[in-house]
């Protein structure tokens, strides 16, 4: 049953992956591409993994691949002349994937990943030692519906990784201060509200008195 | 004989509940729900007819039926029955998909609302959460599949091929993208007091009168998440993105017929689930206001959509009172009131936990708030 709902969720993913790339219109790509995160939020909800699901739902779905439609249909693109390097540009594209297959199997191979068992006293239920064990390819299982996604992430996000955790969040700062540095432009030309100024306005600045 | 058959269906020998019971259990909740929702929105319209005839001093629809109460499902069959018009140069697989993808996340989000707790009349023993599905993540969900709703407004707007339908989902999104942030740090603070992401647990949190509801200690929260809530479902006065006066009705110009109709369908349970969220994160959920109101034999259900019905009025309320903001109103206000007073009041959440000697302001004799602590 459940090995048969992954082979439905991966298949559609890798479909409408497929899509993405070769559809000739942007729209429907972004849409297909929209379909494959949801794919992927599935299959991580199949690990239970529901943190994890609901935040590419909501960051990339609802609000990433937002923006890019949103660009998408503002811009004027010629998608026939795009297409003309596509069989240009499909060794690279095949060789950049060679790679990145060959990456995962090496990271899958070496010895970062390990399993660490915690051993517990069986009657204290006291703490004795965590058991390491090497050389293993990591195999996802579902977690048990107890624990709390949300909370073991954060405890291990404000602890062990705290320091890759600020240094995301100040590149991402620089980022957006970037962003607003490029795009802050005052211009002399157009007309422009000052809301202070028009909440201030009284009685007395617009109005005069006429004696007829 | 038959009785005994028919449980064994539903329960093994030992007790337990089978597969069918599970997929029963689900299928009649799902259909609890939808139906409910479905029957809630079409008489919100009547409601909103009526109320609006009311503050303006006309009678509102009042031919069909008693009190025009039939008038929605008139509506109803003569939207049903009108012909669905698909122009000829537009994207036609979008076109007819966009009011679907309008419609389902308004409507799937209802599965993680909790209606209230109940025993079924004693029948179990603990009180257990009125949901379909009680999750550790309820509030993110909320958030997750709200955002969701974009989608199906900015497809129809793109695959009607027209220039007003176009201008209307731009709008739609500008404003979606601008409120979603500063609706999304307001619940953080009620995460910050409640110390869990699941609604019942936050319900839980503010038991006892309503001295313990997040509505006192976030009350700025409490006005920019309404305010957020009326701008997400654009309704009025943020109702930019249908402004009749400027650009027709908006995404859903080249729609007819019972498309038409669903597009109104999912603006309008999105309203109930933003008031069903609303009542839920600040006013106590499920509780009344007096703790010996409890105690009455009321269900926990009655009070959850007594609040939820006062607050689809006040929405009621506002599209009778305001006039519609202009554009870059809008934006400046979401972008340069909301975002900085909600990024103010986490701070000053996070001082009052977190001081010595202030923590009597949030945790006094008279109201608890920090749950966790």
């Known amino acids: 049953m459940e090995s048969l709902f992954f082979f439905i969720f991966s298949g559609l993913a890798i479909l409408s992956a497929g899509f993405v790339v070769l559809s000739k219109n942007a729209i429907h790509s972004v849409v297909a591409l929209i379909f494959c995160f949801f794919n992927a939020s599935a299959l991580f909800l199949m690990l239970g993994a529901e943190f994890l699901a609901i935040i590419l739902i909501l960051i990339y779905v609802g609000a990433v691949m937002v923006l890019f439609m949103f660009v998408l249909m503002m811009m004027e693109v010629n998608f026939e002349k795009l297409r003309e390097g596509f069989m240009q540009y499909l060794p690279l594209g095949l060789m950049i994937s060679l790679i990145l297959l060959m990456e995962f199997a090496a990271a899958a191979a070496s010895n970062i990943f390990v399993a660490v068992t915690h051993k517990t006293d069986p009657k204290t239920g006291e703490f004795i030692l965590d058991e390491v064990t090497k050389n293993i390819i990591p195999k996802a299982e579902p977690l048990t519906a107890q624990v709390n996604n949300a909370a073991e992430i954060g405890k291990v996000l404000y602890t062990q990784y705290m320091f890759a955790f600020e240094v995301a969040a100040l590149i991402l700062l620089v980022a957006l201060i970037g962003a607003v540095v490029l795009t802050l432009r005052t211009r002399k030309d157009v007309k422009y509200q000052s809301i202070p100024k028009q909440v201030r306005a009284s009685k007395a600045d617009r109005l005069r008195k006429a004696s007829l | ?373």
């Open chain 2, 1 to 373: 004989m038959i009785w005994e058959s028919v449980q064994s269906l539903f329960f093994n020998l030992d007790g337990a509940e089978t597969v069918l019971f599970t997929l029963g259990r689900w299928v009649l909740s799902i259909l609890a729900i939808s139906i409910g929702v479905a029957l809630t929105v079409a008489y919100t319209t009547y409601m909103e007819r009526r109320i609006i005839g009311w503050i303006q001093v006309r009678q509102g629809c009042n031919r069909v039926g008693p009190f025009g109460l039939l008038q929605p499902i008139a509506d109803g069959i003569k939207l049903f029955l009108k012909e669905t018009i698909i122009p000829a140069k537009s994207s036609k697989f979008l076109f007819v998909v966009a009011p679907v993808l309008a419609m389902v996340p308004a409507f799937i989000a209802f599965a993680v609302i909790p209606f209230g707790e109940t025993t079924l009349f004693g029948y179990w023993d603990e009180p257990r959460v009125m949901t379909i599905a009680n999750v550790n993540i309820g509030v993110l969900y909320v958030m997750a599949i709200s955002s969701l709703s974009v989608y199906g407004i900015l497809l129809a707007g793109w695959a009607s091929n027209s220039k007003y339908a176009f201008m209307g989902a731009i709008r739609s999104t500008c404003q979606m993208i601008s409120y979603e942030i500063s609706m999304g740090f307001a619940i953080v603070t009620v995460l910050m007091l409640a110390g869990s992401m699941n609604l019942a647990e936050i319900v839980h949190a503010q038991q006892g009168g309503f001295w313990n509801w997040y509505l006192i200690p976030l009350f700025p929260m409490f006005l920019v998440f309404l305010i957020s809530g009326a701008a997400e479902c654009s309704r009025c006065p943020f109702d930019l993105p249908e402004g009749e006066s400027e650009i027709v009705a908006g995404f859903f110009v080249e729609y007819s017929g019972f498309w038409f109709a669903t597009f109104s369908l999912a603006e309008y349970a999105a309203m109930i689930l933003i008031s069903l969220v609303t009542s839920i994160l600040f006013l106590g959920g499920w509780y009344a206001p007096f703790p010996f109101l409890d105690a009455l034999p009321i269900p926990g259900t009655v009070w959850l959509l007594g609040k939820a019905a006062f607050l689809i009025f006040v929405f009621i309320w506002f599209r009778a009172t305001f006039p519609r903001y202009r554009y870059d109103q809008l934006m400046r206000l979401g972008w340069k009131v909301f975002l900085p007073w909600t990024l103010a009041w986490l701070a000053v959440i996070g001082l009052l936990i977190y001081t010595p000697g202030l923590e009597w302001v949030l945790e006094n004799p008279i109201s608890d708030w920090i749950a966790w602590r």
